[in-house]
């Protein structure tokens, strides 16, 4: 069953990871894609793959803590479509550092791409679907929004405000039609992940292959997650069935954060 055919998909950070996972998921369904990255080889890579399976796709190179940047990507979709059904905004990054060594200069490179990244892409899209009266914006907050552990103040900092101003946007859009979640992924098998591991892991004495061992044995599960489980609840978030579903901050976590 394609859900989204003849609908366009924006999702930031596409290149990589989740963002890709996403794309793929919504081109699988019929959607077109329009894949916003910094990454372009990768990411032209991705559209080529998704044009492949006879959907349309493009690879825009797009800076998220730049509004130019933005405002000319999402320009582009619009032209080329006519509209916007989904955001999945999902760039992100990951500094972990202990508290005492939080330069501000990474603490302001954190907050820019993970939370002002979706607030820009958020305002930038909203106008659209207000004048469509339709439509999904799905941020990708993470576990860490809602706890958090040692060496992520800023991390944790940025992905707590995008569950804040997903709320906000909701409120905004509903009268509109259009909805806005969160999606607040544990620890997933991706790029960002790994080093993520290899980094933290290292404080602890351990590779990252043991860390990432010991957060599967955390979760209930016992096992971390894959791109794909993320990209099926984003495309739930889009779909028809969840027209009465906003505001919400949804952990799929593998029930990590309510053991």
């Known amino acids: 069953m394609k859900r989204f055919e003849n609908q366009v998909a924006v999702i930031t950070g596409g290149a990589n990871g989740i963002g890709k996972a996403c794309a793929q998921r919504f081109a699988q369904e019929g959607a077109f894609v329009a894949s916003l990255d910094v990454t372009d080889e990768l990411n032209q890579a991705l559209a080529e793959e998704i044009r492949s399976l006879g959907v349309g796709a493009i690879a825009l190179h797009c800076d998220v803590t730049d509004p130019e940047s933005i405002k000319a990507a999402i320009d582009t979709v619009v032209e080329k479509w006519g509209r916007v059904d989904i955001l999945v905004a999902s760039a992100g990054i990951y500094t972990g550092e202990p508290l005492v060594d939080v330069s501000l200069q990474n603490w302001k490179r954190t907050i ?15 106008p659209i679907m207000m004048k469509q009266r339709s439509g999904s914006i799905i941020n990708i907050s993470s576990m860490a929004g809602k706890t958090s552990w040692v060496a992520s103040a800023a991390y944790s900092s940025s992905k707590s405000g995008v569950i804040g101003l997903t709320r906000s946007v909701a409120m905004e859009l509903a009268p509109f039609g259009a909805t806005a979640n969160a999606v607040c992924p544990g620890n997933t098998l991706t790029d960002m992940v790994r080093g993520v591991a290899g980094k933290v892991g290292g404080m602890d004495g351990k590779s990252g292959e043991e860390w990432l061992q010991m957060r599967a044995n955390d979760c209930p599960m016992k096992r971390l997650a894959e791109p794909w489980e993320m990209a099926g609840v984003c495309a739930f978030l889009a779909s028809e069935d969840s027209r009465y579903l906003t505001g919400q901050a949804i952990e799929v976590d593998g029930g990590l954060v309510m053991s």
């Open 112 to 126: 820019d791409i993970n939370l002002t990244g979706v607030f820009l892409t958020n305002q930038a899209v909203a």
